[in-house]
T-cell receptor, first 113, second 106 residues
Framework: DTGVSQNPRHKITKRGQNVTFRCDPI?????LYWYRQTLGQGPEFLTY????????KSRLLSDRFSAERPKGSFSTLEIQRTEQGDSAMYLC???????????FGSGTRLTVV | RKEVEQDPGPFNVPEGATVAFNCTYS??????FFWYRQDCRKEPKLLMS???SGNEDGRFTAQLNRASQYISLLIRDSKLSDSATYLC???????FGAGTRLTVKP
């Protein structure tokens, strides 16, 4: 296992289109997190899963955003009807539990034009 | 008040200097804290955990002050390669600070 993998690395989309990102966590990690980061800011929490259960969603996550983690393995983050304000780096991380540190993937950089 | 606050800097220091960053948090029940390092256009990478008794890893020392609700990171004998943004995270809340940018100059 080489770590957390995210695809695609870059995505350019037109405003109003839907996009989906994928995250493959470290296989023995049961927690998976999605964060969004813009230039000069720290990672902003979006949502997290414990196994297949989505346990928390940020109030910043509008109803255009949805995340899934079927079977507690990989996860997808979908953004519907993208807006220019959605342009950011979307980071996925996994951890072995609440006391373990996160391992981040390289992120998906989204540009909405 | 933000849940996790950091001085954004930038901190510009000469090589060999000692520099310290603080990170305050609002949730007094928080138990788990970490420092991460993030290089430009890269993902954050775990630097070190923060233990109640304080802990050291080479030139890096992390401390926790529960009474005042802050954690700190001390870097001794700073190197050019230490230039990065340093992020603190309150693991229980999964919230990161905005990061403190450090530039070490020759």
């Amino acid at each position: 296992d080489t770590g957390v993998s995210q695809n695609p690395r870059h995505k350019i989309t037109k405003r109003g289109q839907n996009v989906t990102f994928r995250c493959d966590p470290i296989s023995e990690h049961n927690r998976l997190y999605w964060y969004r980061q813009t230039l000069g800011q720290g990672p902003e929490f979006l949502t997290y899963f414990q196994n297949e259960a989505q346990l928390e969603k940020s109030r910043l996550l509008s109803d255009r955003f949805s995340a899934e983690r079927p079977k507690g393995s990989f996860s997808t983050l979908e953004i519907q009807r993208t807006e220019q304000g959605d342009s950011a780096m979307y980071l996925c991380a996994s951890s072995p539990g609440i006391v373990g540190g996160y391992t981040f993937g390289s992120g998906t950089r989204l540009t909405v034009v | 008040r933000k849940e996790v606050e950091q001085d954004p800097g930038p901190f510009n220091v000469p090589e060999g200097a000692t520099v310290a960053f603080n990170c305050t948090y609002s949730n007094s029940a928080s138990q788990s804290f970490f420092w991460y390092r993030q290089d430009c256009r890269k993902e954050p990478k775990l630097l070190m955990s923060v233990y109640s008794s304080g802990n050291e890893d080479g030139r890096f020392t992390a401390q926790l002050n529960r009474a005042s609700q802050y954690i700190s990171l001390l870097i001794r004998d700073s190197k050019l390669s230490d230039s990065a943004t340093y992020l603190c995270v309150v693991n229980d809340d999964m919230r990161f600070g905005a990061g403190t940018r450090l530039t070490v100059k020759p």
